[in-house]
T-cell receptor
Framework: GAVVSQHPSWVICKSGTSVKIECRSL??????MFWYRQFPKQSLMLMAT?????????EQGVEKDKFLINHASLTLSTLTVTSAHPEDSSFYIC????????????????FGAGSRLTVL | EDKVVQSPLSLVVHEGDTVTLNCSYE??????LLWYKQEKKAPTFLFML????IEKKSGRLSSILDKKELFSILNITATQTGDSAVYLC??????????FGTGTRLQVFP
């Protein structure tokens, strides 16, 4: 099936540093990628939607200068948490939508395994 | 405002029991409703429902959608401890995003 690789799985950093999370579609071209955030025992909250080659669309309440999203190619999107603080500690998940060759052009939506960020 | 509401929030049952999880929604430009199972990491896909009244089945799991009443149910029969997870319902709006419910936490005890 369609595979999305998310890296790193777990990151611990000091307050004030920036952290980059990568989301790659391994066997399909992801025209759209979604970034979610999940606090413990809560559901996934959409942070932003990014289309390849254009600026990301952020959900209300999400600071675009703090959560920088880049979707420079059809297989890679990155989320950078700038000047991270303890309240940014969370589980970040990406999902990718695109067309997978060999499956009749099926429009797939696949989640990455998630990245757990802990800011000390 | 678009919203997806799941009930119950939490459920504790014994192995062998049958459970029904509920998902109601109010979403503009509805495209599909999806069910996911989330254990420790990212959600894993269970079902996608687009048409009313057509039951989808996968082993002990089944789901159905009612587009008139704007809800869906997920049934799990003969539950096992491995079914313990958070079950998420999400509604796809147009082609731009999924709106997730709060999830139902299911715990199955032997």
């Amino acid at each position: 099936g369609a595979v999305v690789s998310q890296h790193p799985s777990w990151v611990i950093c000091k307050s004030g540093t920036s952290v980059k999370i990568e989301c790659r579609s391994l066997d399909f071209q992801a025209t759209t990628m979604f970034w979610y955030r999940q606090f413990p025992k809560q559901s996934l909250m959409l942070m932003a939607t990014s289309n390849e080659g254009s600026k990301a669309t952020y959900e209300q309440g999400v600071e675009k200068d703090k959560f920088l999203i880049n979707h420079a190619s059809l297989t890679l999107s990155t989320l950078t948490v700038t000047s991270a603080h303890p309240e940014d500690s969370s589980f970040y998940i990406c999902s990718a939508r695109g067309f997978r060759a060999g499956v009749g052009g099926a429009n797939v939506l696949t989640f990455g395994a998630g990245s757990r960020l802990t800011v000390l | 405002e678009d919203k997806v509401v799941q009930s119950p929030l939490s459920l504790v049952v014994h192995e062998g029991d049958t459970v029904t999880l509920n998902c109601s929604y109010e979403v503009t430009n509805f495209r599909s409703l999806l069910w996911y199972k989330q254990e420790k990491k990212a959600p894993t896909f269970l079902f996608m429902l687009t048409s009313s009244g057509i039951e989808k089945k996968s082993g002990r799991l089944s789901s159905i959608l009612d587009k008139k009443e704007l809800f869906s149910i997920l049934n799990i029969t003969a539950t096992q401890t491995g079914d313990s997870a958070v079950y998420l319902c999400a509604v796809e709006r147009g082609t731009d995003k999924l709106i997730f419910g709060t999830g139902t936490r299911l715990q199955v005890f032997p």
